[in-house]
């Protein structure tokens, strides 16, 4: 078993940069929208974004290959049968659908074309937080 302590403490290593990257880009579209009047502060902030999702988006590839090499040293067919597992890894799924649809975001802000108000941005700031706690007490509690 030890020889998946190192990729276990990378994966949280990484998964924790990478959460605080997306809990704090939705933020920025927070923010963003309701300053779409401001031309200096417009541009700042898609500037902002722009680095954020750049900067952010390796720790969620390293994230996702230290979980990859985790399950390869834990042997994948010990776990197989695990349906915690199997619903972390729809969740996971999920969290990287968000990081795409930030970064698709983040795209339509730099276009000049975001559609959505300062409140959708507040409620979908939200999303990451439940899956975390999802996730989390999964990977902690292997409940199934």
Not at 18 to 38: C, E, K, M, S
Not at 59 to 79: K, N
Not at 81 to 86: D, T, Y
Not at 112 to 138: C, D, K, M, T
């Amino acid at each position: 078993m030890s020889g998946w302590l190192l990729p276990k403490a990378l994966h949280l290593f990484f998964m924790v940069a990478w959460f605080a990257g997306i809990f704090y880009l939705p933020r920025l579209f927070v923010n963003h929208a309701a300053t779409q009047d401001q031309p200096l502060l417009d541009e700042r902030f898609r500037m902002m974004e722009r680095k954020l999702y750049l900067f952010i988006t390796p720790w969620m590839v390293l994230t996702i290959a230290f979980g990859l090499w985790m399950l390869w040293a834990g042997a994948w067919s010990a776990y197989s049968g695990m349906m915690w597992l199997h619903i972390k890894l729809v969740l996971v799924a999920l969290l990287v659908a968000y990081h795409f649809w930030c970064g698709a975001l983040v795209k339509a802000f730099a276009e000049g074309r975001n559609r959505h108000s300062e409140h959708w941005y507040r409620w979908f700031n939200e999303l990451p937080v439940f899956l975390l706690l999802a996730i989390v007490l999964l990977a902690s509690l292997k409940p199934f």
